[in-house]
């Protein structure tokens, strides 16, 4: 069982940025994610910052803590760019760098860069295009494949990543693409909860729903002929019905943490508290979590 967290790039670096990634590691999380959008729902208007310098600058600050995106997306990266960045970050970071990817919404991100929205459709089929491609990039010197959304011509990414033969996919899906494309990719898979139960459904739907996740993540995975238990499973909290109770109280924390081990999970992620927000928490109360909350589960 492990523990993690996410930082969104909300704090200048040298204004509590830095610090708060020293924490993270301090505090002993098994990983620091940040999110990676251009901006996002109500931090639109307000400081919010790329996530590959960011994390580029947390690499270089911190030594043992893992990073990485949770999570990216086609919205606006190419898969070509985008392997030189991570191979970029691996090397910064000491093979430290876990890639969260996902097909990406209907967000901001969607038209900053003046594209109509994709529909579904589109999004999952550029996913699956994006992924397999950026697989290559990382595994291979010398990249040249045309498709229907995405091209490489003699794209080189040499000397590739530190961790071999690439670093981690953490892919998040609950669609049969998605998963199909994190049985076939994927070191782990994200879960963040069924997003229809968000607001009326209740903790035991929500379950209920991930654990019907998980079987369609299994039966992808035999269709490729895989074992579901070598994939990881990771839940981002902060999405369910009871979203704010995982950063309540250490036994509240414990009590939630505990039901979706059951399930399966082997990571869970809480948001570091954002004061005046969706993710403001009390920051004793998260750093009691992030000190007991595993040695209170027997992990």
Not at 124 to 146: G, K, N, W
Not at 152 to 177: D, S, Y
């Amino acid at each position: 069982m492990r523990l993690s967290t996410v930082i969104l790039p909300v704090r200048a670096w040298r204004q509590g940025g830095r610090d708060e990634w020293l924490r993270a590691e301090q505090l002993g999380f098994h990983a620091a994610y940040t999110y990676d959008h251009l901006s996002w729902r109500t931090f639109r208007d307000g400081p919010w910052y790329g996530a590959v310098p960011t994390l580029t600058a947390a690499a270089a600050a911190t030594e043992r803590l893992r990073l990485g995106t949770l999570v990216t997306s086609p919205n606006f990266r190419h898969p070509v760019t985008l392997a030189k960045d991570l191979i970029s970050l691996d090397d910064v970071s000491g093979g430290r760098i876990t890639l969260g990817i996902g097909a990406g919404g209907t967000g901001f991100d969607a038209t900053a860069m003046g594209q109509e929205a994709w529909t579904p459709r589109e999004r999952a089929e550029r996913f699956a295009e994006f992924v397999p491609l950026l697989d290559r990039l990382l595994t291979e010197d010398s990249v040249t494949y045309e498709g229907t959304f995405y091209s490489a011509v003699e794209a080189r990414n040499i000397p590739g990543c530190v961790q071999r033969p690439r670093l981690p996919f953490a892919v998040a899906a609950t669609g049969p693409r998605g998963l199909r494309l994190a049985a076939e990719h994927g070191q782990s898979w994200v879960t963040t909860g069924d997003p229809k139960l968000f607001e009326t459904g209740t903790p035991e739907e929500s379950r209920e729903a991930i654990r019907g996740q998980m079987a369609k993540l299994a039966k992808a995975c035999a269709d490729v002929g895989r074992e579901a238990s070598a994939i990881d499973k990771i839940l981002l909290t902060g999405f369910t019905p009871d979203r704010d109770r995982p950063l309540r109280s250490l036994d509240a924390f414990v009590d939630f943490a505990g039901r979706h081990f059951e399930l399966g999970f082997d990571e869970i992620v809480v948001h570091s508290p954002i004061p005046d927000s969706d993710f403001a928490a009390d920051q004793a109360v998260f750093e009691q979590i992030a000190t007991e909350g595993l040695a209170q589960l027997g992990g």
